[in-house]
Structures are given as C-alpha cells and as structure tokens.
C-alpha cells in the first residue's frame, strides 16, 4: 500500500496521545481468521467496496464539476445513501477515519483497533478480514488520500469551502492531509445470515 513513511510523524504523535486517554473505549482486536479464509472475505469485502467507491467518486466528480460547494453537498447526502445501496441483505457498508468530518461515521467497535493498527504501523494498512464476536465476518480497507480530495481535506482550503465545512462539520477534523497520507478506511460487516459462499 502506498503510504508515504514521511508526513507520518506528527499522526504518530497524535494517535498516542489518544490512545493514553481512549484505550479504555477501544475493543479488543477482533479474531483472526484461518489465511483461507481471510484471503476469501478479502475478496468479497473487496468486491462488495468496489462499487461504493466507485460510486462516490462519480457523486464527487458531478458535484465538483458545478463547483466544490455542490461537491460538498453530494457529498453530505449521497455517501450515505449510496453506502446504503451498495450493503444488502446482512451486509452494511460504510466509511470511517481516525480524524472524523461527521460523526456519524465513527468507527465501529471492531473497526477501531484496526483503524488505529494502520495509523500507528502504516506500514501493515492493508485489506484485512477478521471474525466477529457476534459470528459475522468484518472487512476493512484503508483510504489513501488522492491529489483531488485536498479540495476539501487538504491544509489550505479555499474559503468557500471552508466556510461551508465549519456551518455543516463545526467540529470538523478532517483537513490537514496531503495526498498519499492514510484518510481512513472502508468497512463491510457481513452478518452471519450472509456468510453463505457468493
Ligand atoms: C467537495 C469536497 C470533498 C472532496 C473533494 C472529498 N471529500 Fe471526503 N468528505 C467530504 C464531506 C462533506 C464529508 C462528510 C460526509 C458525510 O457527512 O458523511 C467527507 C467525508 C469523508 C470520509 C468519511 C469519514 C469522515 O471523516 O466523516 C472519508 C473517508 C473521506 N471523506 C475521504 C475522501 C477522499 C479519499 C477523497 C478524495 C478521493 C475525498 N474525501 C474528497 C468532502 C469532500
């Protein structure tokens, strides 16, 4: 995975000095699978993703050809409905960040070692699935920040942008990344009713 090891010093830094006061929330790692079996929920977890980001980028690109305030926008409204769309019957799709622009998507318990695994040894941020305590199966991939998403979680943001960030995202993390920097990740929760083989 192309994270760059430089930039990665001042995340380093933040991440433990989170984790000295967030250790006592966070859930124990989740359990790893046979290399079987997590070589084939990485394959489905992969596939399940594809669309969804596929998705958003097509909702991103529309709205920013009108101008970034209406990129912000599709962004807002459609991430959810289109992660939504691409989950189904016992499958729920989403994304998540160490640094969150809504709360709303706050890791999910078992999402969160495994987010803070990538932040603090970028070098392991890689495709993973893992067995659930409730029985289903978890996937995760990290989200590497792209040249055209400092537009909106860069250091300098135009003021706009800015401006319409902190009206919808008052306690907005998200800015700050430059391109190659780990944004987050996708996650796919796969329910026990939909282990079946695809
Ligand atoms: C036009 C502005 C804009 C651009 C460009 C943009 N984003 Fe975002 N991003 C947002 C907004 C707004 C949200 C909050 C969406 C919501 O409310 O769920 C967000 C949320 C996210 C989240 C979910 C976690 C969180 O912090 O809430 C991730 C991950 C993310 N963006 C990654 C990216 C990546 C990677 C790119 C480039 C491919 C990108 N974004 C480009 C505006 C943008």
Known sequence: MNVAANGWLPILMLAAG????????????????SAAD???WIARGRDTVAP??????AALQAG??????RAIDACRVEAPAIATASGGPGVTVGRSSHRLRNPANAPRPWVQPLLDGFITTPATAAPRAVALSGGGIGYVEPIVLQPMCVTCHGATLAP?????I?????????????????????????????????
């Open 18 to 33: 989170c984790t000295a006061t967030g250790r006592g929330t966070s859930a124990p790692p989740p359990r790893a699978l």
């Open 38 to 40: 997590e070589a084939t």
């Open 52 to 57: 969804f980001k596929s998705r958003l980028m």
């Open 64 to 69: 920013l050809a009108e101008g970034p305030d």
């Open 160 to 164: 706009a942008v800015q401006a319409r």
């Open 166 to 198: 902190a009206a919808l995202y008052p306690a907005d993390q998200a800015t700050g990344f430059a391109p190659a920097d780990l944004r987050g990740v996708f996650w796919v929760e796969f329910e026990p009713a939909a282990l079946a083989p695809p």
